[in-house]
């Protein structure tokens, strides 16, 4: 017969793993003391020869440090100069907008009479800057009496004021198809002019709806290297060309004559690879009508310069090493932005390594008589700890197999026990005496078989109820369902959709189409405060009170007070609904519209896009008695898409807790506007599911979508 659990000596399981590991570690230690004295002893003594090499190698590091510092800092000096580069760029496409409206104005109404004076090229003017030079083609029938004639000139003061506000300008000028060049500031031309309709620059602005900027090419004026902006503008005379010229002199001076303490080289380069402009790049004593070799960096018979190219035209930032002359240097390149072309600075990797060079070999001959003596003491140490593994291991092996044998008994006796429940027979309990925690978990696992019979039966009328509370909740469901409009209205020249997600069995979201006076129609999107039972149920009340006011008063602003009159009054939740209400008047092309504290919705039109947000001053309905609400109206123009939506659509999170948001709404919106109605809710429904993944839907979604056909 067993003794009482009192009468018998308690040693817990914890104290036996305890007693066991306890020896264990003291004969590690023991052991490992007696290692660590062994080669701690020898360590030491080769210390102090290998102090100088740990800071030797403490140099090497900063020596890596100081190349990647360094080309951090090309990288960002890359950038930067890109980022100024862009700007001078901007500005002249800018300045050339600005001309080119103003020609499109000019070119298409009465000539304006100009305050700057204008002189033929054998004409010089008193004051060259406060003057502009004309030029008729041999070949045109244009005369100064033509009326295009005085149209152009119109443009001379514009060119003027132009010209004074950017001093990188070389020269601004306009020329037209019949023949005609007016250039601000005046300059003597030589006799034998290039005809400017063959010129690049107006052959391709006549080509492109965007402007054209020309590469380096040779100045007939004698302004050396330029390059040209051009901009096309269709009149009632034809086609007007807007050209203004920057020299490569002048982007020279202001960005790429950089050389970083005298070592740097800077280079802008075109989409195509060639150099857009360098320091020392010239037209030398070349002339106008001879063609100017432009040069190309995949000419080079380098292949990593080569490499650096396609980077640069790819539009990636980025520094590599290559070899200028023998000698490394470091290439950081960055995209200008502008029409694909990228910036690049160079810099001798020797100027960024020079303070550590001059130890270098000093460093690299202590590395090695360091690395030898620490090979020779590592062998050593690893010779020791090997037998010392064995021996610890043969010592943990007896260990162990004494510690499975007190601990595998009670847990086969467990283990039987659990093999017995998962058979089902809950009536099997475990004998376990050993006087420690096992004993205890015989008993609580006798317990738990016990417990586990009286759980099942709870379980079997949980169940019961369960299955009756989802049956309802279906039922709720398909009320609610049969709440919402069967389908969308037939409207001629519009084309709708709605769809409404809820998040649980049932939900607070509605959407409605409400019949209104004069073959109108009231559009309702709304988001009930809340989820589940009772959001339903108050979503249905101010269905049918928005519908009834709608239905009754034509003016949105007048039946959304109503309908919150009447919340209000039997609202004894404190609930309330934010709402969006529009009605659509498809023979007025007119959408009036009220916001009452709801997600506002998208206006998606134009060509390019515009996306407007129909924001609306109101608060929620069924907060006060009275609400103040301001409508908006809206007038309709063909191929407009008004997206409504709640906030399950931009509220929707990922597996990383990350909404959906508005800005992928609005991307989403602008890449599928064309498309039909019913194409663009599957697909912004789809989007939506890809990006929340596994993660449970938060919220009810609702869209309701109208075009204009």
Known sequence: MPLPLHARHRLNVRAKILIIF???????????????????????????????????????????ALRHSGEENLIQIATSEAAVTNVLFEDTDSEMEILAAGAKILGNNPPVRPEIPSFGRNEPPPDPGMAVLYLISPDSRITRDSGEFKALAGLDDLLYSVY????????????????????????????????????????????TSDIFWTGPYVDAAGHGLVMTASKAVSTKYGTWVIGSDVTVDVVNAAFLNMTLGGKGYAVLMDGGGNIISRPGLSAGNLSWDKPFSNENVFSSPDPALVAVGRNMTAGKTGVE???????????????????????????????????????????????????????????EVLDIFAVLFIIL?????????????????????????TLALGRGDLDYRVRIETGDEFEDLAGSF????????????????????????????????????????????????FETGAVMIPAME???????FIPVEGNRWGFTIADVSGKGVSAALFMAISRNLIHASGR??????AAIRQANRLMYEDNRSNMFITVFYGVLDPLRMTFAYVNAG??????????????????????????????????????????????????????????????????????????????????????LLNEIRQFSGNAPQSDDITLVVLKVL
Request: net charge negative; with cysteine.
């Open 552 to 557: 009754a008063l034509a003016d949105p602003s």
């Open 164 to 207: 004074q506000t950017d001093e990188n300008m070389s020269s601004i000028y306009v020329a037209t198809d019949s023949g005609i060049v007016r250039m601000y500031p005046w300059i003597s031309m030589p006799d034998r002019m290039p005809d400017s309709r063959q010129r690049a620059w107006f052959v391709g602005a006549e080509n």
């Open 598 to 683: 709801h997600n506002p919705p998208l206006l998606v039109r134009g060509d390019p896009p515009e996306v407007i947000s129909l924001e609306g001053k109101g608060i929620a309905l069924g907060v006060v008695p009275d609400v103040n609400i301001v409508p908006g109206l809206l007038a309709l123009e063909q191929g407009d898409l008004i997206v409504m939506y709640t906030d399950g659509v931009t509220e929707a999170f990922n597996e990383q807790d990350v909404d959906f948001g508005e800005e992928r709404l609005v991307d989403f919106v602008l890449r599928n506007r064309t498309q039909a109605v019913g194409e663009i809710i599957s697909g």
């Open 506 to 512: 049932i939900g607070g979201d509605l959407y409605d």
């Open 321 to 379: 090493v290559v070899q200028f002359g023998g000698e490394d240097t470091y290439v950081a390149y960055a995209p200008v932005g502008f029409q694909n072309w990228s910036f690049a600075v160079s810099m001798p990797v020797a100027e960024i390594t020079a303070p550590v060079e001059k130890t270098q070999e000093k460093i690299l001959s202590s590395t090695r008589e360091t690395g030898s003596l620490i090979n020779r003491r590592t062998g």
């Open 22 to 64: 306890l020896a264990l570690s003291l004969i590690s230690l023991l052991i490992t003391g007696y290692v660590a004295f062994f080669t701690i002893s020898s360590v030491g003594r080769s210390a102090e020869t290998s102090s100088l090499s740990l800071g030797q190698e403490a140099v090497d590091e900063a020596s890596s």
């Open 393 to 417: 291991l043969v010592v943990v092996i007896v260990l162990s197999l004494y510690l499975a044998r007190v601990i595998t008994r009670p847990v086969e006796s467990l283990k039987e026990g």
């Open 446 to 493: 006798n317990c738990m078989a016990a417990d586990l019979r009286q759980n099942i039966e709870d379980l079997r009328r949980t169940t019961a109820e369960k299955e009756r509370y989802t049956k309802e909740l279906e039922i709720a469901k398909e009320i609610q369902e049969s709440i919402l409009p069967e389908s969308t209205p037939d409207i001629p020249g």
